[in-house]
């Protein structure tokens, strides 16, 4: 299946501003998936709080894999930070969440409960097809990703800005990526990255 090209088409330190851009493209989408993939590295027991809040249901788990006690494999994955004294949780920092929810359920408040680690939004779709730009919209490729605290799609490094990204098909597609963002009034704002 091999992975989409996402093209960072706009950023801000504002963190509402960059979720209300990457909402104006999901509305271009022609299709949408019934799911909406929400992760996050949490730094603070606060952080790990708000988000358990958020995402009550959720697994947590430890962000880079951990040796078990006996040295010999992984320390388990899940983490029931529910039950856990903050005392407890904080040696066990970072921690991460993936959690797929349905659209419009939770995502506002994923971003109220944002800390300072690394997050994203990905929204799944299918780009319209386009003959302007002679560009063909690909289901298992297309979609809007906002990175929150982040510049790189694959969060290497953390950054002080929100991006927002456009994944369009596997070999990508500038002419698409462009559009979309003078949609939003700029440009592509780098290099396509190796996406979803």
Do not use: C
């Not at 960072?8 to 851009?21: H, K, L, N």
């Amino acid at each position: 299946m091999g992975n989409s090209r996402a093209y960072p088409v706009f950023r801000s330190t504002d963190v509402v501003e960059a979720w209300t851009q990457a909402l104006r493209l999901n509305a271009l989408l022609e299709e949408h998936d019934d799911e909406v993939a929400l992760m996050a590295e949490l730094v603070t027991v606060e952080d790990v709080h708000m988000m358990a809040a958020v995402l009550p249901s959720a697994e947590f788990s430890h962000h880079r894999a951990r040796v078990d006690t006996t040295g010999r494999g992984f320390a388990q994955a899940g983490l029931d930070i529910v039950k856990v004294e903050d005392s407890l949780l904080e040696p066990e920092l970072p921690v991460s969440v993936l959690h797929y929810v349905p659209p419009d359920t939770v995502e506002d408040e994923f971003v109220r409960a944002l800390g300072r680690g690394i997050a994203s939004i990905g929204l799944s779709g299918r780009w319209p097809d386009d003959a302007e730009t002679d560009s063909v919209g690909v289901a298992a490729y297309d979609g809007v990703e906002v990175v929150f605290n982040g510049d790189d799609v694959n969060w290497s490094e953390p950054a002080g800005h929100h991006t927002v990204f456009v994944h369009v098909g596997k070999w990508g597609d500038l002419p698409r990526a462009e559009k979309l963002a003078a949609f939003l009034g700029g440009t592509v704002l780098g290099d396509a990255q190796h996406g979803w």
